[in-house]
């Protein structure tokens, strides 16, 4: 069964594709390389995304961090431990069934929220992952995905629990695990979404 969207969205992502469509290594070359903004000076790896290329899940973050940067991988620090700890709890398989990107490829300074330009110079690689993942879900990960993702500004307690759409893919928006590791009282509501994610991937086959 097909997931439904609840709420139709304008995603708002540039038309001109970046690389050839599915030439994983065209993105790969592209990425590495890219110096369409400040970023591009102060990275020491861009981080393009882990998982299964083949996955029905996307799950879409902000930025790296420190340990996403040195490492050239996302979600590899701190808030990727509980990351997968949420993903293993909802028995979702994070190698097999998910791949794992952000919204931005190269580490703001400081862990810096991203700048607008920012967000703008990447969304088209983005939109190519998108496109050539073609997922059934995906997941926003805290407010600048789910902004970026949604072209909207409501808060992330107000867009949780509905199945939106972005780019023609059912979307989820629940909170960024760091915010978890800020506050863990929200982890019940955190919880809440992975299950209804767990549940409407089951749906989705
Ligand atoms: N936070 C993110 O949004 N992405 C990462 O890759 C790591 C931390």
Redesign the pocket.
């Known amino acids: 069964m097909a997931i439904e969207p609840s709420a139709p969205a304008s995603p708002g992502f540039p038309d001109t594709p970046c690389v050839p469509a599915g030439d994983w290594q065209a993105l790969h070359q592209a990425v590495a390389t890219c110096q369409r903004c400040a970023l591009a000076k102060t990275r020491r790896n861009v981080?393009i995304g882990r998982g299964n290329p083949k996955a029905r899940l996307l799950i879409i973050?902000?930025?790296?961090?420190e340990q996403?940067d040195l490492q050239g991988q996302?979600?590899?620090?701190k808030?990727?431990q509980l990351l997968e700890n949420m993903l293993a709890a909802a028995g979702i398989n994070s190698e097999q069934e998910v791949y794992i990107c952000?919204v931005i490829k190269c580490r703001p300074p400081g862990n810096r929220n991203p700048a607008a330009d920012e967000i703008a110079h990447c969304q088209d690689y983005l939109r190519w992952q998108i496109d050539t993942l073609q997922p059934h879900l995906i997941v926003a990960?805290?407010r600048f995905a789910a902004h970026t993702l949604l072209q909207s500004q409501v808060a992330i307690s107000s867009l949780r629990r509905q199945v939106h759409q972005a780019h023609g893919v059912p979307l989820l928006v629940t909170f960024?695990?760091?915010y978890l590791l800020r506050s863990p009282a929200e982890k019940a509501k955190a919880w809440q979404d992975w299950c209804q994610v767990r549940s409407l991937l089951a749906s989705s086959n």
């Open positions: 981080v973050g902000e930025a790296p961090g996403e996302p979600f590899v620090g808030a990727g952000n990960l805290g960024h695990p760091a």
